[in-house]
Each structure stands twice: as C-alpha cells, then as structure tokens.
Nanobody
Framework: QVQVVESGGGLVQPGGSLKLSCEVS????????IGWYRQATGNQRELVAV???????NYADFVKGRFTISRDNAKNTLYLQMDNLKPEDTAVYYC?????????WGQGTQVTVSS
C-alpha cells in the first residue's frame, strides 16, 4: 500500500503563489508516472502536470509558464510550484502516483484564489 499525502494548499490572492507538496511512501517517488490533477466544484478531475519516465513532463495548456512540477527523491516528495495564480485555478489539487501497476491518489488539498 502506497501512502500519498498532499499539503500546502490555502487561500491566496490573484497573482500570488503557492507551493504544494506530495509526500509518498519510500520507493513510489521513483514512479515513472507521477503528477498533479485538480477538480473544481462541479467539474471533472483534470490533469495539471505529470512526469512520465522520470524525464518527460507534460503540462496542461492552462498552466504552462505558471506552474512547475519537481521532485526531491531524498525527501520522497513531489512538488507543484504555482505562480501567477488566477481565480479559475481554484480547486482541490490531487497527487496521483502509478506504482507497481496500481494508481494511488491522495486526499487532496484545497487551493482558493480570491481577493
């Protein structure tokens, strides 16, 4: 069983920044398919950013140039740096890890962008 725990969400003004963290069980941080998704109220869950094969990173068009995914294997943690946040970025952000043929999700962390 892989544990996936997100943190770092909160309330921020438009144009502000937040950095989300996703701590995963040792080993799973080396996943070849690990990333961030989000779900706004009334919407389906959507891809934000994902790293595939440990080197190819794909970003949704609506976050390109504003969000950056990274990982620290020594800390078993995946990050999402979010800059120039917009009200439409308001959502619950989830970390997703594919490990040993199983997909694991965290419980999510709320991000609210509002003045």
């Amino acid at each position: 069983q892989v544990q996936v725990v997100e943190s770092g969400g909160g309330l921020v003004q438009p144009g502000g920044s937040l950095k989300l963290s996703c701590e995963v069980s040792a080993g799973a941080i080396n996943s070849n398919n690990i990333g961030w998704y989000r779900q706004a109220t009334g919407n389906q869950r959507e891809l934000v950013a994902v790293t595939v094969n440990r080197r190819n990173t794909n970003y949704a068009d609506f976050v390109k140039g504003r969000f950056t995914i990274s990982r620290d294997n020594a800390k078993n943690t995946l990050y999402l740096q979010m800059d120039n946040l917009k009200p439409e970025d308001t959502a619950v952000y989830y970390c997703r890890v594919y490990w040993n043929w199983v997909t694991y999700w965290g419980q999510g962390t709320q991000v609210t962008v509002s003045s």
